[in-house]
């Protein structure tokens, strides 16, 4: 799979099996990710979240149709509805609003359930942006489920996470959760068209005050306390506030804009290489722990598992004992 | 590990304006498990045989209640198997004379719904259709 093939329709159907495979785990899947790996890590990667019905399918779409009318940058997008936790099944609907894209050879869009994760992502979707970003896609869009609380999975995802609010979401500063706001490079306040958008904005800008105050006075690294995991002493990034009207292209160009300067400060300050190697490290650890348990639990007899489990049961032991006595008796 | 979830786009093709049926079948496949990709009214053959590729659905369930469905299907049908997605099971909703759900079954769909349908039925035959694939 070279970038190009992929613009082609033959190309594009080969790589939505692929993401089939490594949405449902298999070992097709697993091989395609070890091979498209290296040819991984070059596109941008922007995180979309907020509350259910802020915008954010909208959003995408604008957001793509703009950059993809601007310059020659290809775009995909990952969409995530939540599964029912009851059926496993899902409704996703995310598409209806990206209409205007149908039809580019440069926009990919694909939709995923959440298959029983909470934090706003599928538990694959970090594979399934590896494979369009490998595919070559220059901008990959995600947009996460609408729950509205701390997503800190797309933060830990994405490069840029963009947080939508909308006036009227149950109201102001009640709506707009510390959680979210600490994961937000950019905030934007959609339907700029709606009553009540100066409130929003407002509590929106009173928030981010109370957690950037130092950083907005400018007074920090000046008065006597450093911050400990500073990068580099450059100018700290100061989430924008910007306010769009994604039925119509109002405040686009802003977003645009901010987007590619947030790209240029990560480069700049050295925090790109630095999330993205937490990310690797992330993902060695989880892997290393599963397998791990998993080789232990091959050569392990379930009976003697279970025997100890009893003790446990019966408050006979303790669960760290447990493990002890039985990571010394395999060994 | 997760199973294979069936994926099935559910499209409205041509002008009419109404999606109250589409939403019922959306919601009975979602309720027996599946992932259902819900695409909005007035869908052409290409947008429909594009998501179809971008989703990799294994069912593609077209609600028409214009009465083009003779133009219509077999235009979607084709439109989608063009693309490589050959294995893909076809349903269709709506008002369908008896003497069209011959031909639309010839040009490829596999079952045709008439009001009144019960949603069991729709639920085993996509799961059919599904594992044909
Ligand atoms: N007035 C107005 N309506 C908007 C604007 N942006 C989106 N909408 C409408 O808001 C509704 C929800 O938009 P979506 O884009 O589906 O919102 P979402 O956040 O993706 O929703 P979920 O994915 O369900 O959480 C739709 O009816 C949109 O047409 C805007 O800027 N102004
Ligand atoms: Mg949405």
């Given at each position: 799979m070279k970038s190009l093939e992929v613009l082609s329709a033959a190309g594009k159907l080969a790589l939505s099996r692929l993401i089939s495979e490594v949405e449902n785990e298999t070992s097709a899947g697993r091989t395609a990710l070890d091979e498209c790996f290296s040819r991984s890590g070059k596109a941008h990667l922007i995180g979309v979240t907020g509350a259910p019905g802020t915008g954010k399918s909208s959003l995408v779409n604008r957001l793509a149709q703009l950059i993809r009318r601007e310059g020659n940058q290809t775009v995909a997008i990952v969409a995530i509805d939540p599964s029912s936790p009851f059926t496993g099944g899902a409704i996703l609907g995310d598409r209806v609003r990206m209409?205007?894209?149908?039809?580019?050879?440069g926009v990919f869009i694909r939709s995923m359930a959440s298959?029983?994760?909470?934090?706003?992502?599928?538990?694959t979707t970090a594979g399934v942006v590896q494979l369009l970003d490998a595919a070559g896609y220059d901008l990959i869009l995600i947009e996460t489920?609408?729950?509205?609380?701390?997503?800190?999975d797309i933060a830990r995802l994405a490069h840029t996470t963009i947080v939508v609010e909308s006036p009227g979401?149950?109201?102001?500063i009640q709506a707009i959760k510390a959680g979210i706001l600490e994961i937000a490079d950019i905030l934007v306040v959609n339907k700029?068209?709606?009553?009540?958008i100066e409130n929003t904005e407002r509590a929106l800008r009173a928030n981010l005050e109370l957690g950037y105050s130092h950083r907005v006075t400018g007074k920090a690294g000046h008065g006597g306390f450093t911050e400990?995991?500073?990068?580099?002493?450059?100018e700290e990034w100061v989430p924008p506030v910007i306010k769009t009207i994604a039925t119509e292209e109002s405040g686009f160009p802003e977003l645009i804009k901010a987007i590619v300067e947030h790209r240029s400060y990560l480069q700049k300050t050295g925090l790109l290489a630095q999330r993205e190697h937490e990310r690797l490290t992330d993902e060695f650890d989880h892997i290393l722990r599963h397998t791990l348990v998993q080789n232990w639990k091959a050569q392990t007899s379930d009976e003697h598992v279970q025997q100890i489990m009893d003790a446990v049961y019966k408050r006979k032991r303790s669960p760290a004992n447990a493990v002890e006595e039985l990571t010394r008796t395999s060994n | 590990m997760t199973d294979r979830k069936i994926r099935v786009l559910i499209a409205k093709p041509?002008?009419?304006?109404?999606?109250r049926g589409a939403k019922v079948i959306a919601r009975a496949l979602r309720d027996a498990g599946m992932e259902v990709i819900y695409t909005g009214l007035r869908q052409t053959p290409e947008m429909i045989a594009e998501a179809a590729v971008q989703e990799n659905v294994d069912v593609i369930g077209m609600s028409i209640l214009s009465g083009a469905h003779l133009v219509l299907v077999p235009k979607v049908i084709d439109t989608v198997r063009k693309t490589?997605?050959?294995e893909v099971g076809f349903f269709v909703g709506g008002i369908i004379p008896e003497e069209d759900v011959a031909v639309l079954k010839v040009a490829g769909v596999n079952a045709v719904y008439g009001p009144g349908t019960s949603t069991v039925t729709v639920i085993e035959d996509v799961k059919s259709f599904a594992h044909a694939a």
């Amino acid at each position: 799979m070279k970038s190009l093939e992929v613009l082609s329709a033959a190309g594009k159907l080969a790589l939505s099996r692929l993401i089939s495979e490594v949405e449902n785990e298999t070992s097709a899947g697993r091989t395609a990710l070890d091979e498209c790996f290296s040819r991984s890590g070059k596109a941008h990667l922007i995180g979309v979240t907020g509350a259910p019905g802020t915008g954010k399918s909208s959003l995408v779409n604008r957001l793509a149709q703009l950059i993809r009318r601007e310059g020659n940058q290809t775009v995909a997008i990952v969409a995530i509805d939540p599964s029912s936790p009851f059926t496993g099944g899902a409704i996703l609907g995310d598409r209806v609003r990206m209409r205007d894209l149908s039809g580019d050879p440069g926009v990919f869009i694909r939709s995923m359930a959440s298959r029983g994760e909470l934090g706003g992502l599928a538990r694959t979707t970090a594979g399934v942006v590896q494979l369009l970003d490998a595919a070559g896609y220059d901008l990959i869009l995600i947009e996460t489920v609408g729950a509205g609380q701390s997503e800190v999975d797309i933060a830990r995802l994405a490069h840029t996470t963009i947080v939508v609010e909308s006036p009227g979401m149950g109201d102001d500063i009640q709506a707009i959760k510390a959680g979210i706001l600490e994961i937000a490079d950019i905030l934007v306040v959609n339907k700029a068209d709606r009553p009540g958008i100066e409130n929003t904005e407002r509590a929106l800008r009173a928030n981010l005050e109370l957690g950037y105050s130092h950083r907005v006075t400018g007074k920090a690294g000046h008065g006597g306390f450093t911050e400990e995991n500073k990068v580099v002493d450059a100018e700290e990034w100061v989430p924008p506030v910007i306010k769009t009207i994604a039925t119509e292209e109002s405040g686009f160009p802003e977003l645009i804009k901010a987007i590619v300067e947030h790209r240029s400060y990560l480069q700049k300050t050295g925090l790109l290489a630095q999330r993205e190697h937490e990310r690797l490290t992330d993902e060695f650890d989880h892997i290393l722990r599963h397998t791990l348990v998993q080789n232990w639990k091959a050569q392990t007899s379930d009976e003697h598992v279970q025997q100890i489990m009893d003790a446990v049961y019966k408050r006979k032991r303790s669960p760290a004992n447990a493990v002890e006595e039985l990571t010394r008796t395999s060994n | 590990m997760t199973d294979r979830k069936i994926r099935v786009l559910i499209a409205k093709p041509g002008l009419d304006g109404h999606d109250r049926g589409a939403k019922v079948i959306a919601r009975a496949l979602r309720d027996a498990g599946m992932e259902v990709i819900y695409t909005g009214l007035r869908q052409t053959p290409e947008m429909i045989a594009e998501a179809a590729v971008q989703e990799n659905v294994d069912v593609i369930g077209m609600s028409i209640l214009s009465g083009a469905h003779l133009v219509l299907v077999p235009k979607v049908i084709d439109t989608v198997r063009k693309t490589g997605l050959t294995e893909v099971g076809f349903f269709v909703g709506g008002i369908i004379p008896e003497e069209d759900v011959a031909v639309l079954k010839v040009a490829g769909v596999n079952a045709v719904y008439g009001p009144g349908t019960s949603t069991v039925t729709v639920i085993e035959d996509v799961k059919s259709f599904a594992h044909a694939a």
